[in-house]
C-alpha cells in the first residue's frame, strides 16, 4: 500500500532507483537516498559521491562490476536531495530488510548515519559506531549476517580530515573478507 508521504518523494523523482552491481554477491551495500544524477539514471551512487564510494571500495579489491551489490535504504530522490524523514526511513525499512535476505549477503556494509541508524537500530550514530562489527538479523534471515558502519562518501567529500578513520574501517572489512573466506 502505497502511503502519503512516499507520495511526496515518489511524484518528485524521475527514477525508482533500486540497485547496481552483482545479484549473487556476498557483499552488499547500502546506502541513503538517491541524489540528482542517480535519479536521472535511476541507478544508485553514480554521480560525484558515487565516485568517491568505487574508490573507497575499489582500494579493498570490491567493485561493483564484479563482487558487490548496491541499494539504498530510499528508491526515491528526496526533494533537493533533503535528509529523509524518519516516516520515511520507517516506511521503507521493511522493504530494505526483506530486499537484504534476497541478496543474503555474508557482509552487509552500511554507509553513513541513515543506512546505520535506522538498519541497526541504533541510539548513537555513526560517529560512536563506524568501524565495528555487528551480528544483525532481521524477520526474514536465517542466520545472522556481519555488518559494520563505514562514513558516507558524501561526508568524506566534505570533511577529508575523515579519510584516515574510513581507510582505517575499510581495511577491517578487508581483514574479514579474508577471515570468513568470502570469494570476491
Ligand atoms: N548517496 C547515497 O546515499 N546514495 C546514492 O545512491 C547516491 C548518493
Do not use: Q
Request: one cysteine or more; proline letters at 6%.
Amino acid at each position: 500500500k502505497i502511503s502519503n508521504l512516499d507520495c511526496e518523494i515518489k511524484t518528485n523523482a524521475k527514477n525508482f532507483v533500486f540497485y547496481d552491481g552483482i545479484f549473487n554477491s556476498d557483499i552488499m551495500i547500502i546506502g541513503e537516498a538517491p541524489g540528482y544524477e542517480e535519479d536521472k539514471l535511476g541507478k544508485p551512487f553514480v554521480g560525484t559521491a558515487g565516485k568517491k564510494l568505487d574508490e573507497m571500495i575499489n582500494s579493498i579489491g570490491l567493485d561493483r562490476k564484479n563482487n558487490v551489490y548496491i541499494t539504498n535504504i530510499i528508491p526515491w530522490r528526496p526533494p533537493n536531495n533533503r535528509t529523509p524523514t524518519d516516516k520515511e526511513i520507517d516506511f521503507f525499512l521493511p522493504y530494505v530488510e526483506k530486499h537484504i535476505s534476497i541478496i543474503n549477503p555474508k557482509i552487509l556494509l552500511l554507509f553513513g548515519n541513515v543506512a546505520s541508524k535506522s538498519i541497526l537500530n541504533l541510539k548513537e550514530g555513526i560517529t560512536k559506531n563506524h568501524g565495528k562489527w555487528f551480528n544483525y538479523k532481521n524477520p526474514f534471515l536465517k542466520k545472522n549476517i556481519f555488518t559494520t558502519c563505514i562514513f558516507h562518501p558524501s561526508y568524506l567529500l566534505r570533511s577529508p580530515n575523515k579519510k584516515k578513520i574510513a581507510w582505517e574501517d575499510l581495511k577491517k572489512v578487508k581483514e574479514k573478507i579474508i577471515n570468513l573466506k568470502v570469494t570476491i
